[in-house]
């Protein structure tokens, strides 16, 4: 097993020219020491693999036979000539009305009832990222001017944020709500976030229903999933009454479930398409930036203002034949890890007051263990659907090796005996990532522990710079980019990954239907020639 040391690295932080003290003037540093993720190289456990070839199993007796007895009627076939099979076939059979029609009501009935229980196929026709206006920019120094106009903050806590904001990954062109920009009271109340809920939740939605040219009336199914902010009526009843939609539609809103609920969001939703046919389905994602925001000292509560920014998506799903041919997206596959039931991971991300009794949300120092724990649950069971089939076989067979010679399959391979199990190359399995862009360590530790290039993390590097973290929406943001660069082939097979409070990972992987041409209408469009940035 790692020693701590193995799970810690280190790292020289330049803090500038000390303005007072005995050495004001001087150019100080400091050393930060923090956990990284754990080293999936090191430990992957053989458990959660059997979920994923749990979906094998239950086809393998399709994948068994019907090689067999294609060979076997192959083989029969191919003995005989033309002249002796049609000899078989018409002469030396015998059929009378009553057999023929029974066989064809066998077969008709056998074809009805493999169609009908088939999963409906679930296509994604178009989503909608949105843009604030330029007046919501704010630079990583306006920002920390605005946060010492507001009076809420002492000089240490400040320096703290400027800190954090130098190495966050954040650009100068993300947005914060006006009622932070503008005002010195409490952001922190029902008004404020329903005008900010109001502004990105209809902002996306109008630009959603104009590029599908579907109207409100004609969803079926909707589901909101904002995080902070649940206001009574609901935000999903907000968006009924401003689009005045049926009055038998679904309706769904997801509170509390941090920055992966968009990928539940859409998991429910494709539960109710699966249940409800020839429907469509909205799916927003969103998060009250001024509702969450933290006027106190606590430290590890001043983390979500430097790095949550204003977003919000809204996706439109569809289980209508019709749209095959407009959508861009096929569903293939959702995996979900919840970590919930160890107490670390519950509390590693906790909304609490703190000791001046201010509301805020917690960020534990052992957050980016923890994701690293819950994402390599995760990545281990998607991998047995999503790898070709040399790939599985090489990590499955070093997994069982592992396994049966360390007696038992729960003990770390150590450092020096120099075998370590085989990790399956997921650039393989897909040719685009969003990867949630929580932070600029995070985005690290993942690229390396996966062995991701540059390009694989370009999207996700490029939204936390230009948008910053908008919580459920970010891999939608992401998606948006490779869009505007048009990097989105037809064929292509698109990983969208996601972690949140509770602790949760969650994983939405979508095939490309056509090739995806640069859209008329994306937050990105105004600055894309920009982009890549060197960061």
Same mark, same amino acid.
């Given at each position: 097993m790692a020693s701590e040391r193995d799970l810690l690295s280190t790292e020289i932080v330049n /803090?500038?020219?000390?303005?007072?003290?005995?050495?004001?003037?001087?150019?100080?540093?400091?050393?930060?020491?923090r956990r990284r993720l754990p080293d999936f190289l090191q430990s992957v456990n053989l458990k959660y693999v059997k979920l994923g070839y749990h979906h094998l199993i239950n086809h393998a007796i399709y994948l068994a036979t019907i090689p067999v007895l294609v060979l076997?009627?192959?083989?029969?076939? %191919?003995?005989l000539s033309k002249e002796e099979l049609w000899? =078989?076939?018409?002469?030396?059979? /015998?059929?009378?009305?009553?057999?023929?029609? %029974?066989?064809?009501?066998?077969?008709?009935?056998? *074809?009805?009832?493999?169609? @009908?229980?088939?999963?409906?196929? !679930?296509? *994604?026709?178009?989503?909608?990222?949105?843009?604030?206006?330029?007046? $919501?920019?704010?630079? =990583?120094?306006?920002?920390?001017?605005?946060?010492?106009?507001? &009076?809420?903050?002492?000089?240490?806590?400040?320096?703290?944020?400027?800190? !954090?904001?130098?190495?966050?990954?954040? &650009?100068?062109?993300?947005?914060?709500?006006?009622?932070?920009?503008?005002?010195t009271e409490n952001t922190a109340t029902m008004k404020e976030g329903r005008a900010e809920a109001s502004a990105v939740m209809f902002g996306a939605l109008d630009e959603l229903f104009e590029k599908t040219r579907v109207r409100p009336k004609d969803i079926g199914v909707l589901v909101v999933n904002c995080s902070i902010f649940n206001p009574t009526p609901s935000l999903s009843a907000m968006i009924i009454n401003h689009y005045k939609m049926r009055g038998n539609i679904l309706s769904y809103n997801l509170g509390g @479930? %941090?920055?992966?609920?968009?990928i539940i969001a859409v998991d429910l939703a494709r539960d109710m398409l699966q249940a409800h046919p020839n429907n469509y389905a909205v799916v927003v994602s969103t998060e009250m930036v001024g509702y969450n925001w933290y006027p106190g000292s606590d430290r590890s509560m001043l983390i979500p203002n430097c790095f949550f920014r204003m977003g919000c998506s809204a996706v439109l799903l569809s289980n209508r034949?019709?749209?095959?041919? /407009?959508? =861009?997206? +096929?569903?293939?596959?959702?995996?979900?890890?919840?970590? %919930?039931?160890?107490?670390?991971?519950? +509390?590693c991300v906790y909304q609490e007051e703190d000791e001046n009794r201010l509301k805020g949300l917690k960020i534990s120092k052992e957050l980016v263990e923890i994701g690293g724990d819950a994402l390599k649950t995760n !990545?281990?069971?998607?991998?047995? *659907?999503?790898?070709?089939?040399?790939?599985?076989?090489?990590?499955?067979?070093? $997994?069982?090796?592992?396994? *049966?010679?360390?007696?038992?399959?729960?003990?770390?391979?150590?450092?020096?005996?120099? =075998? +370590?199990?085989? !990790?399956?190359?997921?650039?393989?399995?897909?040719?685009?990532?969003?990867?949630?862009?929580?932070?600029?360590t995070v985005l690290d530790e993942l690229q390396k522990n996966l062995e991701l290039s540059e390009e694989n993390m370009e999207a996700s590097r490029m939204t936390l710079h230009r948008f910053g973290n908008t919580s459920s929406s970010s891999i939608w943001y992401e998606l948006a980019y490779l869009e505007a660069k048009e990097k989105v082939k037809r064929g292509d097979r698109v990983w969208q990954l996601a972690f949140g409070s509770g602790f949760k990972c969650n994983s939405l992987v979508w095939r490309? @239907?056509? /090739?995806?041409?640069?859209?008329?209408?994306?937050?990105?469009?105004?600055?894309?020639?920009?982009?890549?940035?060197?960061?």
């Amino acid at each position: 097993m790692a020693s701590e040391r193995d799970l810690l690295s280190t790292e020289i932080v330049n /803090r500038g020219i000390e303005s007072s003290g005995p050495n004001a003037g001087s150019l100080t540093f400091s050393v930060r020491v923090r956990r990284r993720l754990p080293d999936f190289l090191q430990s992957v456990n053989l458990k959660y693999v059997k979920l994923g070839y749990h979906h094998l199993i239950n086809h393998a007796i399709y994948l068994a036979t019907i090689p067999v007895l294609v060979l076997v009627f192959s083989a029969e076939v %191919g003995s005989l000539s033309k002249e002796e099979l049609w000899k =078989k076939l018409w002469d030396d059979a /015998r059929y009378d009305l009553a057999t023929v029609l %029974g066989f064809f009501g066998v077969f008709v009935f056998t *074809l009805s009832v493999y169609f @009908m229980s088939r999963p409906r196929s !679930i296509y *994604l026709v178009d989503f909608a990222c949105y843009r604030p206006h330029d007046d $919501l920019k704010v630079s =990583k120094d306006q920002f920390i001017e605005v946060a010492r106009k507001s &009076g809420k903050f002492n000089e240490e806590s400040l320096e703290f944020q400027k800190r !954090i904001l130098n190495s966050s990954g954040l &650009g100068d062109e993300t947005y914060i709500p006006k009622s932070v920009i503008t005002s010195t009271e409490n952001t922190a109340t029902m008004k404020e976030g329903r005008a900010e809920a109001s502004a990105v939740m209809f902002g996306a939605l109008d630009e959603l229903f104009e590029k599908t040219r579907v109207r409100p009336k004609d969803i079926g199914v909707l589901v909101v999933n904002c995080s902070i902010f649940n206001p009574t009526p609901s935000l999903s009843a907000m968006i009924i009454n401003h689009y005045k939609m049926r009055g038998n539609i679904l309706s769904y809103n997801l509170g509390g @479930m %941090g920055c992966s609920a968009g990928i539940i969001a859409v998991d429910l939703a494709r539960d109710m398409l699966q249940a409800h046919p020839n429907n469509y389905a909205v799916v927003v994602s969103t998060e009250m930036v001024g509702y969450n925001w933290y006027p106190g000292s606590d430290r590890s509560m001043l983390i979500p203002n430097c790095f949550f920014r204003m977003g919000c998506s809204a996706v439109l799903l569809s289980n209508r034949r019709r749209d095959y041919h /407009r959508a =861009k997206y +096929r569903l293939e596959h959702i995996v979900r890890t919840h970590k %919930g039931a160890d107490d670390r991971s519950f +509390r590693c991300v906790y909304q609490e007051e703190d000791e001046n009794r201010l509301k805020g949300l917690k960020i534990s120092k052992e957050l980016v263990e923890i994701g690293g724990d819950a994402l390599k649950t995760n !990545i281990t069971t998607l991998g047995p *659907l999503v790898l070709p089939f040399s790939e599985q076989l090489l990590f499955f067979a070093t $997994l069982v090796s592992r396994h *049966l010679f360390s007696g038992g399959g729960t003990s770390q391979p150590s450092l020096s005996s120099g =075998k +370590r199990p085989y !990790i399956p190359d997921f650039k393989l399995a897909f040719e685009r990532f969003c990867v949630h862009a929580a932070s600029k360590t995070v985005l690290d530790e993942l690229q390396k522990n996966l062995e991701l290039s540059e390009e694989n993390m370009e999207a996700s590097r490029m939204t936390l710079h230009r948008f910053g973290n908008t919580s459920s929406s970010s891999i939608w943001y992401e998606l948006a980019y490779l869009e505007a660069k048009e990097k989105v082939k037809r064929g292509d097979r698109v990983w969208q990954l996601a972690f949140g409070s509770g602790f949760k990972c969650n994983s939405l992987v979508w095939r490309s @239907m056509r /090739r995806v041409r640069k859209p008329s209408r994306n937050p990105w469009l105004e600055c894309i020639e920009r982009y890549p940035v060197n960061l």
